[in-house]
């Protein structure tokens, strides 16, 4: 078992972080900017606040490079223009929602994630924070949900060899995932399952996060109902009996794996 927070496996430093393009607006207006590769009104389908209406702010650019990814527009080949904070809160009013999923991509990327999420913050919406938990980012929300990713995410080391070497040497900081979790009002823990050998990896991550049980939640990894259906029959088995929280991939159950949802 690995002792929380000691495991020196874990302890990588976060790699240094991307800037967005303060622009220096004379008028005084905020046109800071991020890069956004989507922004949609949908339902969230992973987690506790599955069925909740939300805006999806996705941000451009990862860390990481998951060979599963389901946002490659954001990762291995990202995409989209620059949007300033004030674009971006006025795009959330006028979605006429309470919450807002602020995604990627890694979000916690940009410096100025923390800008935005003060801004969104501040007009009264609940913002979540979808991350793999790799960048010790100081930001404030309501909801940091975490989704650390297992050895099993790193992509092939023949095909991508420099990235191979990235995402193995960034993809568990346990230390920084502890400093998101401890600065936020609430959180949870997402595991994305591919296979059965995942799951030692993750009862020593949950015990290095020290996070009780009923705040981790375990999801199958698939792009298909069909394929998420397979691994519900031993997965979810599984998750009860360890008195963790089973989470199937909503979204792709009523959507389908397709971007704006
Ligand atoms: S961390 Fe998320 S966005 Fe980045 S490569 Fe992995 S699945 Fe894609």
């Not at 008028?27 to 909740?52: D, H, M, N, P």
């Not at 010790?136 to 095909?159: E, G, H, N, W, Y």
Request: aromatic residues 8%; negative net charge; charged residues 25%.
């Amino acid at each position: 078992m690995i002792s929380p927070l000691r495991n020196s496996k874990f302890l990588h430093g976060s790699p240094p972080s991307t800037r967005g393009t303060p622009t220096g607006d004379p008028t005084g207006t905020s046109t800071t900017t991020l890069r956004i590769a989507e922004t949609f009104v949908s339902r969230q389908g992973e987690g506790s606040l599955t069925g909740t209406d939300s805006f999806f702010i996705r941000t451009s650019g990862c860390n990481l490079r998951c060979w599963f990814c389901d946002t490659p527009y954001a990762s291995w080949r990202p995409e989209g223009a620059p949007q300033s904070i004030d674009s971006l809160q006025k795009a959330a009013i006028d979605a006429k929602v309470e919450h807002v999923v602020l995604t990627g991509g890694e979000p916690l990327l940009p410096l100025e994630s923390s800008t935005l999420t003060e801004a969104l913050r501040s007009i009264g919406l609940h913002v979540t924070i979808e991350t793999a938990g790799t960048v010790d980012r100081d930001v404030q929300c309501d909801l940091m949900s975490i989704s650390p990713k297992f050895r099993s995410s790193t992509p092939d080391r023949t095909k991508h060899p420099r990235w191979h070497e990235l995402h193995q040497k960034r993809r568990m900081p346990i230390d920084t995932m502890r400093r998101l979790i401890d600065r936020s009002d609430d959180y949870q823990v997402k595991f994305v399952v591919d296979a059965p050998t995942d799951l030692e990896e993750l009862l020593e991550v949950t015990s290095a996060l020290a996070v009780p049980k009923e705040k981790v939640w375990v999801m199958p990894q698939g792009i298909t109902p069909e394929e998420l259906d397979k691994a519900s029959m031993w997965l979810s088995e599984w998750t009860d009996s360890q008195g963790f929280r089973y989470c199937d991939r909503m979204h792709i159950h009523w959507y389908g794996n397709r971007r704006g949802t």
